[in-house]
């Protein structure tokens, strides 16, 4: 394949690509919210691409990967049903009388039930169901609610890289290189498993002061009604029918969004007195527009050939040693992703990936050492995932309100708790990379 030369369509493109990444990235500066930043950088890249001749509006609609945002949305319905019918309020305060006050045996199961729910629901839905519960379990019992929010947050979004459906780079990354629910799961899976209860280890040791005080109230016995049984465990069940369905698309030909419609429209279906009105207003519009704002932006600096340019320039180092490449993926993808939002980036790595595909590298083990990178990397900062500003957002809530500093997480804080534990969690996959590097590198297509 013949080397390509920098010309002024990739310039412009490159030009936009940087100057929206910098504005997404700075929100917390100009408190411009990130989606509005992204639209107008695909409008400027359409824009920019019909006066270049590289980019118009049909190549901006096909650009944009559907099976991600139809995913997203058919999920986000169901778990609306699911959320007002106590189910997830009953559960975590069952946890929380079985642990009798052993602070952290309740940590350790909280952990364990976020992490479990992780696994079919993206981690910003997983602690918006779990973070208030939470604060209301440790109000009771009267103690710090601080290890318990950070352990949500730090285990949500360790589990989350489990599986296809888990986490929002994980959908991106899925259906670029049409990887299945089962290859996905089969691949993560284990080294996951590994950072999870390395992850627990450490906030054992990291919390140790605070899990090591005894509750003021031992006995916790709140009510566990389940508000409404009737849909919540009717929603349980088309959520069971989804994981079958989730097992065995490949076979039935399904993509992962037809599979999370079939479940949203048979729970509206078998659930007659449920109006979709109300359910459709908890839909976050605003992160599917900004997923669309992305792949329309990024879809232009494909067509730009920005990011082949790019990949041509990385493929000679990828071809030295794919094992150092892929390391080096795998920490570079998340020092950035605790830095910055891990969405944007694995935007714009998947193009680059793909080049060197179709210049015949096998790249399976980049795909899932990005996916580890971008995962676990979100843990290393107060910033580094959705998941992690809703928990220092409540916890800072929840400061002002008790009136007491302390009860907020700060970034120095995160950094002492949070950080040693990505770091815990990066050692952990990069040793398992190094020691099933030709289980990672079967080629996907070939590997289900």
């Not at 795909?367 to 998941?387: D, E, P, Q, Y």
């Given at each position: 394949m013949p080397m390509l030369s920098f010309d002024i369509d990739m310039f412009v493109s490159a030009l936009i690509l940087a100057a929206t990444f910098a504005g997404i990235f700075t929100e917390g500066v100009h408190h411009i919210h990130r989606t509005k930043i992204a639209m107008v950088g695909a409008a400027?890249?359409?824009?920019?691409?019909?006066?270049?001749?590289?980019?118009?509006?049909?190549?901006?609609?096909?650009?944009?990967?559907?099976?991600?945002?139809?995913?997203?949305?058919?999920?986000?319905?169901?778990?609306?049903?699911?959320?007002?019918?106590?189910?997830?309020?009953?559960?975590?305060?069952?946890?929380?009388?079985?642990?009798?006050g052993r602070q952290f045996l309740l940590l350790a199961m909280l952990g364990t039930a976020v992490t479990l729910l992780s696994l079919l629901l993206d981690n910003v839905t997983t602690v918006v169901i779990f973070g208030p519960l939470i604060v209301l379990i440790c109000e009771v019992l009267k103690v710090s609610p601080i290890p318990y929010l950070l352990a949500a947050a730090l285990l949500t979004d360790t589990g989350g890289v489990a599986t296809l459906i888990?986490?929002?780079?994980?959908?991106?990354?899925?259906?670029?290189?049409?990887?299945?629910?089962?290859?996905?799961?089969?691949?993560?899976?284990?080294?996951v498993l590994a950072a999870w209860l390395a992850t627990l280890v450490a906030l054992r040791?990291?919390?140790?002061?605070?899990?090591?005080?005894?509750?003021?109230?031992?006995k916790f016995a709140p009510d566990v009604r389940i508000d409404d049984p009737k849909t919540w465990w009717l929603s349980v069940k088309i959520l069971g029918l989804m994981v079958v369905l989730f097992v065995i698309h490949r076979q039935l030909h399904w993509d992962a969004w037809v599979v999370a419609t079939v479940g949203m429209t048979t729970l509206f279906l078998a659930g007659r007195h449920l109006q979709l009105?109300?359910?459709?207003?908890?839909?976050?519009?605003?992160?599917?527009?900004?997923?669309?704002?992305?792949?329309?932006?990024?879809?232009g600096v494909e067509q730009s050939q920005f990011l082949q340019w790019l990949g041509q320039h990385i493929m000679p180092f990828v071809e030295h040693d794919l094992l150092v490449a892929?390391?080096?993926?795998?920490?570079?993808?998340?020092?950035?992703?605790?830095?910055?939002?891990?969405?944007?980036?694995?935007?714009?790595?998947?193009?680059?990936?793909?080049?060197?595909?179709?210049?015949?590298v096998n790249v399976a083990p980049l795909?899932?050492?990005?996916?580890?990178?971008?995962?676990?990397?979100?843990?290393?900062?107060?910033?580094?995932?959705?998941?992690n500003v809703f928990i220092v957002t409540l916890s800072e809530r929840l400061a002002q309100k008790e009136r007491n500093p302390a009860l907020a997480i700060t970034p120095g804080l995160w950094f002492r708790k949070g950080t040693p534990a990505m770091l815990t969690t990066l050692v952990v996959c990069s040793v398992f990379v190094i020691m099933y590097f030709d289980f990672f590198s079967i080629p996907i297509h070939g590997g289900r």
């Open positions: 400027a890249m359409v824009f920019a691409g019909q006066i270049f001749g590289f980019y118009g509006p049909e190549q901006a609609i096909e650009a944009i990967d559907w099976n991600v945002v139809f995913l997203l949305g058919a999920m986000m319905l169901i778990i609306a049903v699911m959320i007002p019918t106590g189910g997830f309020q009953a559960i975590a305060f069952y946890i929380a009388r079985i642990s009798g888990g986490d929002p780079p994980n959908l991106m990354i899925g259906s670029a290189a049409d990887i299945s629910f089962n290859a996905f799961l089969l691949r993560m899976g284990g080294v040791f990291l919390f140790w002061k605070d899990l090591s005080v005894k509750p003021q109230v031992v009105d109300p359910y459709l207003e908890k839909v976050e519009y605003t992160l599917l527009l900004f997923f669309i704002s992305l792949f329309v932006m990024v879809g892929c390391l080096t993926l795998l920490w570079v993808s998340a020092i950035l992703s605790a830095a910055i939002d891990n969405i944007p980036f694995t935007a714009a790595m998947i193009p680059i990936i793909l080049s060197m595909e179709s210049q015949g795909w899932w050492c990005l996916a580890m990178g971008v995962g676990m990397g979100g843990n290393g900062t107060h910033i580094g995932s959705t998941a």
